[in-house]
């Protein structure tokens, strides 16, 4: 009873235990709907327990539910090259820090995609492990927009038992580029203001009524305009669930329905609606309107490479049996590439070069980087950027050495920009950054802690402590992170230098 006296304190009313009940006085916030058990005083009432438990419940539950929880990924941090208006990267801008040579490099390469003066090239990005690779190519990405398509794939996802390398590259490849279709269609948009079907006796016999036509009133910031419809623009309707007070627009073409919303002059009818409001259309009812729809070729593909099976029960059940991966012929896409050109010649849609990001590199053989070379060429070729963390080694599945295991001829091909190993000044900035984006509060000595193990571990290694550490932090009663809640983390999770260490001293322990 004590602690609901204390809950209740805090929501604006003062309730004394008795008996299985409380004490309230009459208008204590959260009690206003509450059915009295019976009056003490002419301003107290008793209240049920059970039935504060349930006011209390709901007010948490209410809490909970208006609280975002955002999932933090290892580059959430990263929001842009962070250049300047001259191109000059900041010391630190945008969640990276450092590495001003490589993101001023890849700045220009970013000039070089928006003009579009980067086909049949590629971006290689090389460094040692932990230096911002994939950073740097996330950054290219949001400088780029989200109407750029950005393909991520890493080296060893072409390797499969039921599709060929080539045409995993190739799905790839065609994935980062877009196509941007516009379209100028006819259209009557407004907020339908009457939607009445006209009835009449069905012409074949019998008790039933057919629908002969349906009349739509639209109105707009101009006017209004009252449209006779076919009886299947009505079944149209019924579908998009459409109801006087929403916006809708009609094809004059092809009679496809299209809520958009429901009106803004509505948005006060409710207290709380599932609904998204929108504006009174502007302009007239019957206008011209341009459809903007951006897909990439990979949909395309896909769209008309399914099969579409018959009604019979036997394609029903292959229809439900999971679908095995399978190719899309070479004719398929050259039948959809001639389309696309035909598009591109008269105006109707344009090109999109996205970036395809291969992570991993290496891990490429010979026959797959012969396939880069010939993509590279086409007139329908992504902007490639290439990371790897490999110096002199092996191409994959031969015996040939070469820089970064790449081939020569694909290696002439790439801009190759070089990224540094942090400073460990450059290591504490990046720590605190991190420290901010995930909530957690650093004492005044946790940074240099962190900063020093980083120093001697890797980067990647001290971010991770980061989390683990806060959680010890708050176990001991600590609001803030210390050098010591640090080092505890350190001590209960081996970096992979003192587990190599480890294995050197205890070899024989384990099975080689």
């Given at each position: 009873?004590?602690?609901?006296?204390?809950?209740?304190?805090?929501?604006?009313?003062?309730?004394?235990?008795?008996?299985?009940?409380?004490?309230?006085?009459?208008?204590?916030?959260?009690?206003?709907?509450?059915?009295?058990?019976?009056?003490?005083?002419?301003?107290?009432?008793?209240?049920?327990?059970?039935?504060?438990?349930?006011?209390?419940?709901?007010?948490?539950?209410?809490?909970?539910?208006?609280?975002?929880?955002?999932?933090?990924?290892?580059?959430?941090?990263?929001?842009?090259?962070?250049?300047?208006?001259?191109?000059?990267?900041?010391?630190?801008?945008?969640?990276?820090?450092?590495?001003?040579?490589?993101?001023?490099?890849?700045?220009?390469?970013?000039?070089?995609?928006?003009?579009?003066?980067?086909?049949?090239?590629?971006l290689l990005l090389t460094g040692a492990p932990g230096t911002g690779?994939?950073?740097?190519?996330?950054?290219?990405?949001?400088?780029?927009?989200?109407?750029?398509?950005?393909?991520?794939?890493?080296?060893?996802?072409?390797?499969?038992?039921?599709?060929?390398?080539?045409?995993?590259?190739?799905?790839?490849?065609?994935?980062?580029?877009?196509?941007?279709?516009?379209?100028?269609?006819?259209?009557?948009?407004?907020?339908?203001?009457?939607?009445?079907?006209?009835?009449?006796?069905?012409?074949?016999?019998?008790?039933?009524?057919?629908?002969?036509?349906?009349?739509?009133?639209?109105?707009?910031?101009?006017?209004?305009?009252?449209?006779?419809?076919?009886?299947?623009?009505?079944?149209?309707?019924?579908?998009?669930?459409?109801?006087?007070?929403?916006?809708?627009?009609?094809?004059?073409?092809?009679?496809?329905?299209?809520?958009?919303?429901?009106?803004?002059?509505?948005?006060?009818?409710?207290?709380?609606?599932?609904?998204?409001?929108?504006?009174?259309?502007?302009?007239?009812?019957?206008?011209?309107?341009?459809?903007?729809?951006?897909?990439?070729?990979?949909?395309?593909?896909?769209?008309?490479?399914?099969?579409?099976?018959?009604?019979?029960?036997?394609?029903?059940?292959?229809?439900?049996?999971?679908?095995?991966?399978?190719?899309?012929?070479?004719?398929?896409?050259?039948?959809?590439?001639?389309?696309?050109?035909?598009?591109?010649?008269?105006?109707?849609?344009?090109?999109?070069?996205?970036?395809?990001?291969?992570?991993?590199?290496?891990?490429?053989?010979?026959?797959?980087?012969?396939?880069?070379?010939?993509?590279?060429?086409?007139?329908?070729?992504?902007?490639?950027?290439?990371?790897?963390?490999?110096?002199?080694?092996?191409?994959?599945?031969?015996?040939?050495?070469?820089?970064?295991?790449?081939?020569?001829?694909?290696?002439?091909?790439?801009?190759?920009?070089?990224?540094?190993?942090?400073?460990?000044?450059?290591?504490?900035?990046?720590?605190?950054?991190?420290?901010?984006?995930?909530?957690?509060?650093?004492?005044?000595?946790?940074?240099?802690?962190?900063?020093?193990?980083?120093?001697?571990?890797?980067?990647?290694?001290?971010?991770?402590?980061?989390?683990?550490?806060?959680?010890?932090?708050?176990?001991?009663?600590?609001?803030?992170?210390?050098?010591?809640?640090?080092?505890?983390?350190?001590?209960?999770?081996?970096?992979?230098?003192?587990?190599?260490?480890?294995?050197?001293?205890?070899?024989?322990?384990?099975?080689?």
């Open positions: 009873a004590l602690v609901f006296r204390v809950v209740v304190a805090r929501k604006g009313g003062e309730l004394n235990a008795l008996k299985g009940f409380c004490v309230g006085r009459k208008g204590d916030v959260g009690l206003e709907g509450v059915k009295w058990a019976g009056f003490v005083s002419p301003d107290l009432v008793l209240v049920s327990l059970d039935l504060l438990r349930k006011i209390l419940k709901d007010e948490d539950e209410e809490v909970q539910s208006t609280s975002r929880m955002q999932r933090i990924a290892a580059h959430t941090h990263v929001k842009g090259l962070g250049l300047n208006a001259q191109g000059v990267a900041a010391q630190s801008a945008a969640g990276l820090v450092g590495q001003e040579a490589a993101r001023e490099a890849a700045g220009i390469a970013v000039e070089l995609i928006r003009s579009k003066k980067m086909a049949g090239r590629a690779k994939t950073a740097l190519s996330l950054a290219v990405s949001h400088e780029l927009g989200s109407r750029v398509p950005f393909c991520p794939m890493v080296g060893s996802e072409v390797y499969s038992s039921e599709v060929k390398k080539t045409e995993v590259l190739m799905e790839n490849f065609r994935r980062a580029i877009g196509l941007r279709i516009r379209e100028m269609k006819e259209v009557y948009e407004g907020e339908v203001t009457e939607l009445t079907p006209e009835e009449a006796e069905n012409p074949l016999g019998g008790y039933g009524k057919t629908i002969t036509h349906v009349v739509v009133g639209l109105k707009t910031t101009k006017g209004t305009k009252h449209l006779k419809l076919d009886p299947s623009i009505y079944e149209s309707l019924q579908r998009e669930k459409v109801n006087v007070g929403d916006v809708i627009y009609v094809e004059a073409n092809s009679g496809a329905v299209k809520r958009v919303g429901r009106s803004d002059a509505f948005a006060t009818e409710f207290d709380l609606e599932a609904e998204e409001y929108v504006p009174l259309p502007k302009g007239d009812v019957h206008k011209k309107k341009e459809i903007v729809q951006d897909v990439t070729l990979n949909d395309l593909d896909v769209a008309n490479a399914r099969p579409q099976g018959g009604q019979d029960i036997m394609s029903l059940m292959n229809q439900m049996g999971k679908p095995k991966k399978t190719e899309i012929t070479e004719k398929l896409r050259q039948e959809i590439n001639r389309v696309v050109s035909k598009y591109l010649e008269q105006g109707i849609a344009e090109l999109v070069p996205g970036v395809l990001f291969i992570d991993e590199v290496h891990m490429l053989d010979l026959e797959c980087f012969a396939y880069l070379n010939r993509a590279l060429e086409s007139n329908l070729a992504p902007i490639v950027v290439l990371a790897t963390n490999r110096g002199m080694c092996e191409i994959h599945g031969t015996d040939f050495r070469s820089p970064h295991g790449i081939p020569v001829d694909l290696l002439d091909r790439c801009m190759i920009i070089r990224t540094q190993p942090y400073s460990l000044e450059e290591v504490a900035q990046i720590l605190a950054i991190r420290a901010q984006i995930e909530g957690i509060s650093l004492g005044d000595d946790a940074l240099p802690a962190l900063a020093e193990i980083g120093g001697r571990t890797s980067l990647r290694y001290t971010c991770q402590l980061l989390t683990p550490a806060s959680i010890l932090s708050l176990v001991n009663g600590r609001e803030k992170l210390t050098a010591e809640d640090v080092r505890e983390a350190s001590q209960i999770f081996l970096d992979a230098k003192a587990s190599a260490a480890l294995l050197l001293e205890n070899g024989d322990r384990y099975i080689t």
